[in-house]
């Protein structure tokens, strides 16, 4: 690598031009947003999305001129700034001395032997027992041996209106927002108290009563609170026509494969800061139901009362394939009466069942639902079309030179280089999918470059990316265009490290002729990504993992919880303390601070190494590759 002043300033300067580019595309894209005709309908529907939003939130806006201060901000500081903005921080805790401390008895007992009896008013000498215990609360009771005058205090106060006490709740809630968060649940709690020599927490048939009577309604009311803003900004920043939306939907299943009892479908608006909507649990069923069949032959009337007296989970019967269709479509369906909204263009993968159902079925009378390609799905068609084209021609001898069968193989057709191929696909959609002309020519640019030898170049179509290109700039002391790094300007430019042998990019040719059509181009020509959505199924599966068995319920209060932590970040779990136990508490408002925090700092590093790599700050044999990572991938640490 380069290390001289003038080359430093050179990365420097081809940084800044990156970032200016990519916020000036950005305010292109934006201003060429297309104006849907609006009818009588819509705007009544407009209207009502207004009125609703702006009475029943307190929402506070930024104004226009921060606009382009939030543009430079990450996504999840973007969503936490929003969500104090609208908070106005009334969740935070001022008492420094509101929390819990550990501490072992026999320091207690201590304690107490060098105080004065009020009984008997000498040195207290006595002994200490639990008069009472439940889960971590405890009642300490103190009896002086003199004049048996005992003295009782509570571990924990009473949760305001119920039977429990603080401690157990916020264990309770720890078991989703630490246990399992962690993927370890009631026992994994348990487990950690016995290493830690604290009782364990509240039996588990009291833990699951808690989370079906206390924890779901109460986590219930803030995730759709929460969608609910996230419906106002939706709607705030669709200037063009308010009540109709653009969103990403796609389906998750807590089993892996297609036989899973319960499936999700989610619902996420395409802003700057995606966020979730809406969300549908599917399952085929109901943990109760199931458990009431073991006292179905002994004792009917019991089984009848738990039939007849729970809210049963079971609310599908077909196929766990079919729930992501299904899912969507009741979204779909109840976006008018939930939010006086409809969603009229649909961002998705490539399962066809979706739009079919979608289509066959309309949620609103009269309106064609518009469907927008997931481009990453759409690349790897590419992917897949070579995998199979170098499976059928492994016999075939096609090396003119008679040496080897097939095209793949080191030198020629390689896993790696199909998989870049598929990138390169992507990050040509991606860059031109507004432009069909020109993501035509590049993506034929991908094929020309491959193809190109020292004695036959082929380079027309190539971008700023190609190294021929840029070891034919001339010097130019004025001129800022010769900020690449990889060649000083002048050299000769080695294509054959660089190209693919000409008998297998002949044998692909049939593959680009097909995928870089302008006909079948024009059917990702505005698309967009679902990885907004990937990266919520990732918080969510993080709390209910694939690998362990979750009721409906149990993933009814991880998904209420991963919606709000996806769309205002871990400081909105806050307003679940504040309901059920009158407080959020002093640590509990650091700690949740505290990760909010490092999520906007791995992700604020994460895009830092991502526009270095853009900028090109290594240079590599294959100099196009580092362009690559111009691609919207999904992040795990964005929420």
Known sequence: MPTTKGHKIQKRSKLKICRKARLSKAKQLDSSRPTRSSSSSSSELSNSVEELFINSLNLTTASSSSNSTLYNLCTSQQKIMAYERRKNNAIADSDEMDFYQVIHNSFLLELMRNTICIGCEEKWNGKMHISQREGLYCSLAFTCEKCQHTIQTNTSKMVPDTKHRDINIRVQLASFLGAYLSGIGHAGVAKIFGAMNVPPPVQEDHYEEIDRRLLLPCIKKFQHQSMQAAIYEAVHENDDDPATLTVSGDGTWQRRGFKSIHGLAAVLSSNTT?????????????????????????DLNLYDEIINNHDCESNYDGSSGGMEPQGIHDIFKRSVPKYQVQYTRYIGDGDSSVMW????????????????????????????????????????????????????????????????????????????????????????????HRISTNEEPDHDWCGDWCGYKRSLLTVCSNCSLNIYVYFKTGTKYDQQKHSLPKYVMEAIKPVFEDLASKETLQHVLNGS?????????????????????CSGTIIDICLGLAVMIYNDGYLSIGEILHELLGEMGHFSYVAFDR?????????????????????GDEDTDNDEDKNDDTIEEYHSGAF
Not at 410 to 435: S, W
Not at 537 to 546: D, E, I, Y
């Open 529 to 549: 990504s679902q990885n907004a959505n990937e990266s919520f199924h990732s918080l969510l599966w993080s709390m209910a993992p694939k690998n362990r068995y």
């Open 274 to 298: 995606p966020k979730v909507l809406d969300v549908q649990r599917l399952s085929k069923k109901c943990a109760i139901c199931t458990g009431a069949l073991s006292v179905k032959n002994t």
């Open 595 to 615: 990760i909010n925090k490092q999520r906007v700092q791995k992700e604020a590093q994460w895009r830092k190494r991502r526009g270095q790599q853009i900028a």
């Open 357 to 448: 159902n979608l289509t066959q079925r309309p949620p609103y009378p009269g309106i064609e639902i518009e469907k927008i390609e997931d481009i990453n799905h759409w690349s790897k068609k590419i992917l897949y079309r070579l995998e199979k084209l170098t499976q059928e021609l492994k016999d075939t001898m096609l090396d003119p030179e008679k040496k080897r069968k097939g095209i793949g193989g080191i030198n020629r057709l390689t896993k790696e280089m199909m998989i870049k191929f598929k990138f390169y696909y992507a990050k040509v959609i991606n860059e031109y999918k507004n432009d069909i002309d020109m993501m035509h020519k590049r993506t034929w640019a991908i094929y020309k």
